[in-house]
């Protein structure tokens, strides 16, 4: 049985409120049956210094990477990791982590791949519950093992490849990555060390909206008409887009592809998760220099 | 072949102990060092400016060295934030495995030390990265404050 929805205000007014909960709701739901929290964060010992009683740690890099292939586990993988947590297929999972959820987002969007139902965010993480003094502990969850059918992994409705965004030329691209990212003054983030990309820019047409404008002082996520202003009035984007977004790796777009899916509506966005580190590497695609979204480029797609 | 200087026994000692672990003792073993991070002292917690940030680490990590005059040991202070374990694990371990070494034997030690901790495979590429950055920023400075014999 899925838990109730939160009916706070603020998320009445996103497409999806069954995709989010407030520290509130979920201090009130914790320990209940059928309800799993998860603890993905940037940092790999952050859940040892202190989370959520009775919540689990997935990191994204040990758990979810396949360690070999640039790609993620496969359904036989994501069951094991699943049933380790004590995850069942009909759990309400309510995902929680540091910086805006940008790394819970991320696990949120793996676990769609798998298909699993009810994955809702906290909305403001890990550190708007460590801000309101809510229960925090060390001690270790023990989870009960559990059966966890083995999905396959279907990428297609929510992932975008190379050639995809090739193909995706004349519809809108977002670029979540820093200004600086952009216009290819650096080809990672500020403060974080050059690595992986040999050229830097941004794919022709995306426009720039940083993922973090997503996100208010507080983490949590900006309301309804906040957000429509960003993504409609600024970048333009319309009802029915096929949307596409990238970043450096593919996970501060998972917090975008967050927002415009579950909370904007949006039905076809994609993350293309070999983002920039496979774009600024990737021989003979285009690329453009500089603050200006740059011409749709001949010749590259089907059409 | 070159032969490589043995590493100093403070370091080499920090190495088997992660490397006897299987990975997520080690990852626990990298906590530990995180909380024995000792606190700065005074005379940088007043005057946070004179320490040098090493911004190649994904966190915010200070650094300051001091070389005694007469010994011409090495010590090392460093800043982390407390949500930021992993970094502070990192600067905890060159803490402990550096401080009160001379010029020499620090410069000596090779850049990949780091990657000899066996957390590789559990920690990004990008975070290892840091790691070898603080290495190498500890290195410079010592060639900035002690001049070449």
Known sequence: ?303 | MTTERPLPAQLAEIIDDFQELEEPDRLQLLLEFSRGLPPLPDRYTEHPGLMEQVVECQTPLFLALEVTPESGDIHLFFAAPKEAPTTRGFAAVLHEGLDGLDAATILAIPDDVPDRLGLSRAITPLRMRGMTAMLGRIKRKIREAVPAP
């Open chain 1, 1 to 303: 049985m899925p838990k109730a929805v939160d009916t706070s205000t603020k998320f009445s007014e996103y497409a999806h409120p069954e995709r989010i909960v407030s520290t509130q709701w979920l201090e009130e739901h914790l320990g209940s049956d059928g309800l799993v929290v998860v603890e993905s964060d940037e940092d790999i010992l952050l859940y040892e210094i202190g989370h959520i009683p009775g919540s689990v740690k997935v990191d994204w890099h040990t758990d979810l990477n396949d360690p070999v292939n640039r790609d993620y586990i496969d359904g036989e993988e994501f069951s094991a990791l699943m049933s380790l947590k004590g995850i069942s297929r009909d759990t309400t999972v309510v995902i929680y982590g540091d910086k805006s959820n940008w790394w819970a987002a991320y696990a949120l969007w793996v676990f769609s791949l798998f298909g699993h139902e009810d994955v809702r965010l906290l909305d403001g993480g890990r550190d708007k519950w460590i801000a309101e003094e809510r229960p925090f502990t060390t001690e270790r969850s023990m989870p009960k093992r559990t059966e966890y059918p083995v999905c396959d992994r279907r990428d297609e409705a929510i992932r975008a490849f190379l050639p995809d965004v090739i193909n995706h030329f004349g519809k809108p691209l977002i670029d979540v990555r820093s200004p600086q990212e952009y216009s290819g003054e650096r080809t990672t983030m500020p403060a974080y060390p050059e690595e992986g990309a040999l050229r830097g820019g941004h794919i022709p047409t995306a426009a720039s909206v940083p993922w973090g404008r997503a996100a208010a002082e507080d983490g949590t996520f900006r309301d309804r008409a906040e957000l429509d202003a960003i993504y409609r009035d600024e970048a333009g984007l319309s009802d029915n887009d096929d949307v596409v977004a990238y970043c450096r790796i593919g996970e501060r777009s998972s917090h975008t592809w967050f927002v415009l899916t579950h909370l904007l509506g949006f039905e076809n966005v994609r993350n293309y998760d070999g983002s920039w580190t496979e774009w600024g590497n990737a021989v003979r695609v285009p690329i453009i220099r500089g603050e200006e979204r740059g011409e749709e480029p001949k010749g590259y797609n089907s059409k």
